[in-house]
């Protein structure tokens, strides 16, 4: 066996052990119903669309959900050891 095969090997028993007796996750994807394309012609329809929908649309990000989702943020989980 090579030394990086070898390696490998020691990675894995090593996650193994780390990962015993942790909960399992359950991860479900939602998918939208529906995806809509909407073209604001200037600002002032911009910020009217943002009151309408109560978000604040940012230049660069290009997907929001309404209602707004705040479930797939995960900064906020931890591992607790009992």
Do not use: C
Request: proline share 5%; charged share 45%; glycine share 2%.
């Amino acid at each position: 066996m090579s030394k990086a095969a070898e390696r490998l090997k020691e990675i894995k028993d090593a996650d193994k052990k780390e990962w015993k007796n942790m909960p399992e996750y359950k991860f479900t994807e939602r998918k939208p119903m529906r995806t809509i394309k909407i073209n604001i012609e200037n600002v002032e329809d911009l910020e009217e669309f943002e009151k309408l929908i109560g978000q604040k649309i940012y230049p660069k990000r290009n997907t929001y959900w309404y209602p707004e989702r705040h479930d797939s943020l995960f900064s906020d989980l931890v591992y607790v050891d009992e």
